[in-house]
Nanobody, 123 residues
Framework: QVQLVDSGGGLVQAGGSLRLSCGASERTGSLTMGWFRQAPGREREFVAALNWIGGTPKYTSAVEGRFTISRGNVKNTVYLQMNSLEPGDTAVYYC?????????????????WGQGTQVTVSS
């Protein structure tokens, strides 16, 4: 069982930046790690993911060029750097993990989830 704790959300103006962090209870070196988000009244959607062999990360087109997913120097931490934030990015953001090399983009493909952190972008 992998426990995930995500943090770093907050209120920011449009154009601002936030960095989300996800701490895992074990080294992420054997996990594919992802970030998802869910806005009120909408389904949970994929944001970004990367696997443990250092392959090319995947991003949803809505955040391509603005968000960056990365692993921390501490081997059980993953970050989501969010720049040029827009009101449409407002949602609860969730960290997720799965013991697979596949960089999955569907929520049902992930086995472990953080509790979520709220990101609110004001216009």
């Amino acid at each position: 069982q992998v426990q995930l704790v995500d943090s770093g959300g907050g209120l920011v103006q449009a154009g601002g930046s936030l960095r989300l962090s996800c701490g895992a209870s074990e080294r992420t070196g054997s996990l594919t790690m992802g970030w998802f988000r869910q806005a009120p009244g909408r389904e949970r959607e994929f944001v970004a993911a990367l696997n443990w062999i250092g392959g090319t990360p995947k991003y949803t087109s809505a955040v391509e060029g603005r968000f960056t997913i990365s692993r921390g120097n501490v081997k059980n931490t993953v970050y989501l750097q969010m720049n040029s934030l827009e009101p449409g990015d407002t949602a609860v953001y969730y960290c997720a993990a799965v013991r697979s090399i596949v960089v999955a983009t569907v929520p049902s493909q992930y086995d472990y989830w953080g509790q979520g952190t709220q990101v609110t972008v004001s216009s």
